[in-house]
């Protein structure tokens, strides 16, 4: 009897060790487990020789983490090895139900910065694969009046006319703009051509008589901003009032 007391706690760790993630899912809920043991959990099974935790992290070290797994058809995830048509659906569909909880979330009730362009843009914008270029009319408060969707293009670039863009913010009658678009390749830094374009997104904005706020590069690895980086001081006069 007292040999047995004494094994009692390594018998427990024994068996903690053993327990697979969606055990230790149920019993201490989802945040309690790394990306690796989440996917471990919608997948289900393994392989053969391979365990469900090993094709987890394979997958994940070959896709480029969870944001490279998100940007993945289900067609092409069903090709990986181990994968096939069922746990490649439930993945999507696991990825998906992510996106719209992150949709529903209401919107920052103020624009102040490229943190609530960020908020406000990225379930819809950071995972598309094609260029997008999207204004935001902003009143004198900061508060969202229109989001102006107005070109997309392909994988690298995206034309947008600024005659267009400026056409329809001016419609809107708002003192404060802000620009955003998304790089597919999921690297957030602004390329020559972007860099040109934001300065002449600038001088448009100024010449409009427009508060140009910041124009903010979305990825599926974060955001880079114009204003942050101090590009936009040099295109344009520094602000001397904003309204609050």
Known sequence: MGARKALQPLLEENCAQFRGPRERLLEGGARHLDDTELVAVILGTGRAGEPVLDLAARLLRESGGLA?????????????????????????AAIELGARVTQSAPPPARISDA???????????????????????IDGRHRLVRELWLAKGTMTACLVSLAHVFRQLLLEAVPVVAFAHNHPSGEPEPSPEDIDFTRRLASAAELFGLRLLDHVIVSRKGYWSFRQAGLLASFTPIDKHISH
């Open 68 to 92: 490279g797994l998100a940007s993945i058809s289900p067609s092409t995830l069903s090709s990986y090895q181990g994968l096939g048509e069922a746990k490649a659906a439930r993945l999507a």
């Open 115 to 137: 943190c609530d362009i960020d908020a406000l843009l990225r379930s819809r914008l950071a995972y598309q694969e094609i260029e997008h270029f999207v204004a935001l009319a």
